[in-house]
């Protein structure tokens, strides 16, 4: 499973919030929702991100083996 827990205290360190992902930045909202839900979401999403906040894909998105949530 992919989480983002990352992305949100990223975004937090670099005062980022959902409203500027969606306002600013053109992201759809049911992207942003997707991300809260830790569901799947594209490369050009991530890619994006990782532009928009300055930052390495570790610092947005971590792998956890199925079973060690």
């Not at 827990?5 to 975004?11: A, I, Q, S, V």
């Not at 500027?20 to 942003?32: A, C, D, E, F, Q």
């Amino acid at each position: 499973m992919i989480r983002y827990d990352r992305l949100w205290e990223t975004m937090k360190k670099k005062n980022v919030t959902t409203y500027t992902l969606r306002v600013i930045h053109k992201m759809s909202h049911s992207t942003v929702q997707s991300l809260q839900a830790n569901k799947p979401v594209t490369t050009y999403t991530l890619d994006r991100l990782c532009e928009i906040l300055d930052c390495k894909l570790e610092d947005i998105a971590e792998y956890i083996p199925n079973g060690k949530e």
